[in-house]
Structure formats: C-alpha cells, structure tokens
Antibody, heavy 119, light 109 residues
C-alpha cells in the first residue's frame, strides 16, 4: 500500500522544514511535489522535484524562499521554508507524480501537515 | 503563473450529467496533453480521477470523462450520484517542470 506521511508543520519558526516519508512504492522512480491548500482556498501547486533531484521547479509565490529536496536512500521528500508570510499558512501535502519527471498527475497524496504563520 | 479558470460551482440532479470546464492558455492546457482532474472531499486527500486529458486510473468509474479542445479542458460526469458531491480541480503541466491548478469547482448533487 502506497503511503505518504508528512511531518514538521506547526507555528512558524524563522525557518521551517517539512518532511514527507514515502512507502509502498519505488520512491526513486517518481517525481514528487508539494501542494498546499490555504484556509478557504483551493489547491495550489508549490514545488516539484524530478526522480533524481536533477530538476526542480517552484511556484512564483514561493520562488527564492522555499527549497524542495529529496533523499532517495531514505525515501523522503523535504521542503525548506524560509521568510514565511501569513499567506503561506496552509495544509501542505506531498504528492507522488505518475511519471519520472513532473507531469502534473498526482496519483497518491499525503493527508497534509498544517503550517501557521501569524502576522 | 495564473491559475486555470474553472466555474465556482455547478449542480445537477441524481442521474443527470454535468460538465466542468477548465480554461488556460497555449502555455499550459493548450500546449500539453497533461491535464488531470481531482476530486476532493473536505478532510480527505484529493483523488486523481483523470490524467493525460482523458485517461481514467484503475477504479475510477467510466461515468467520469475528460476531454480537451484548444485551451479548454472539460470533465463530464454522467449518471450523477450523491457521493459525487465534492470539489473538483483541474491541473495542467505548464512547462519547465511547473504545474498549475484551477481555482476549483464545487459540485452540488
């Protein structure tokens, strides 16, 4: 059974690092993503990373502040979040792509971890 | 990076059909056959219903049909059931490994 379990959310710290542990599939065969949903808002794609970490991409809203990375030996995905703003408050989900490189098709999602940034 | 445009809400009676549109540009929806659709019940993880414009993952009923014409993709749900009531999001590959979501459509059955 494929499982994605996020951790690391909470009240904002100067820098916050989210983690996502994957299991039940060959983690290093697939691109991975972070997707967020703010209170009362829709889904927003945040960042993607290719199967080997060689290609990363970010939404304009987080570019220069967030960094996505992965450790295939540990079956783990990360999101380093710096210079957080109130509008970054959201549930952050990790999601598995169906392809080796980012395609926008996410066949498995984690339940999410809540990040809260006060003004 | 502007969000794809979806209607805020659609509704239908049980047994009827509804279509949700998703409009982008030639840089995203129109430029790639990588449009997907997600069903999202509050409090649950989103579920992939359609990938690559019109492919249904295993377990998704054939009542869900995806299509695309130029810069607009569509999701048609036929034979509406009560459990279809949810938020639906379109999503498109937008080049250089980036992805865009639509604003979401609330389906009321």
């Amino acid at each position: 059974e494929v499982q994605l379990v996020e951790s690391g959310g909470g009240l904002v710290q100067p820098g916050l690092r989210l983690s996502c542990a994957g299991s039940g599939f060959r983690f290093n065969d697939y691109a991975m993503h972070w997707v967020r949903q703010g209170p009362g808002k829709g889904l927003e794609w945040v960042a993607s990373i290719s199967w080997n970490g060689g290609h990363v991409a970010y939404a304009d809203s987080v570019k220069g502040r967030f960094t996505i990375s992965r450790d295939n030996a540990e079956n783990s995905l990360y999101l380093q979040m710096n210079s957080l703003r109130p509008e970054d408050s959201a549930f952050y989900h990790c999601a598995k792509d169906t392809q080796t490189y980012s395609s926008g098709a996410f066949d498995y999602w984690g339940q999410g971890t809540l990040v809260t940034v006060s003004s | 990076q502007s969000a794809l445009t979806q209607p805020r809400s659609v509704s239908g009676s049980p047994g009827q059909s509804v279509t949700i549109s998703c409009t982008g540009t030639s840089s995203d929806v129109g430029g790639h056959d990588s449009v997907s659709w997600y069903q999202h019940h509050p409090g649950k993880a989103p579920k992939l219903m359609i990938s690559d414009v019109n492919k249904r993952p295993s377990g998704v009923p054939d009542r869900f049909f995806g299509s695309k014409s130029a810069n607009t993709a569509s999701l048609t749900i036929s034979g509406l059931q009560a459990d279809d009531e949810a938020d639906y999001y379109c999503c498109s590959y937008a080049g250089t490994y980036t992805v865009l979501f639509g604003g979401g459509t609330k389906l009321t059955v």
